[in-house]
Nanobody, 123 residues
Framework: LQLVESGGGLVQPGGSLRLSCAASGATLDNYGIGWFRQAPGKKREGVSCIRMRDLQTSYADSVKGRFTVSTGNAGNTVYLQMNGLKPEDAADYYC?????????????????WGPGTSVNVSA
């Protein structure tokens, strides 16, 4: 299973971005796909997770109501819609796969990782 993120960039505070996580080498039907972020000098933080078999989602308190995780019709892409972005949301964002989301927000159980995409939030 290979994962590749895209969609990062520079956005003003209050703006929106949609990150994509494209999978290849396997279908995502039986995985949990997590989104994590890490800002310079800070620990990696779990942002959201979606359990692909039933689309159950989880969110960090810091992003609830602003971020939405979803999957495309083909089921091999996971999206993270980020609205109302704040400067503290700036980080490198990674998607990762585990057998489900039971380990979220801890990142250690997620075995497959993408290379990440950078999100900058600045005026």
């Amino acid at each position: 299973l290979q994962l590749v993120e895209s969609g990062g960039g520079l956005v003003q505070p209050g703006g929106s971005l949609r990150l994509s996580c494209a999978a290849s080498g396997a279908t995502l039907d039986n995985y949990g796909i997590g989104w994590f972020r890490q800002a310079p000098g800070k620990k990696r933080e779990g942002v959201s997770c979606i359990r692909m078999r039933d689309l159950q989602t989880s969110y960090a308190d810091s992003v609830k109501g602003r971020f939405t995780v979803s999957t495309g019709n083909a089921g091999n892409t996971v999206y993270l819609q980020m609205n109302g972005l704040k400067p503290e949301d700036a980080a490198d964002y990674y998607c990762a796969a585990d057998w489900d989301c039971s380990g979220f927000p801890v990142s250690l159980t997620f075995a497959f990782w993408g290379p990440g995409t950078s999100v900058n939030v600045s005026a």
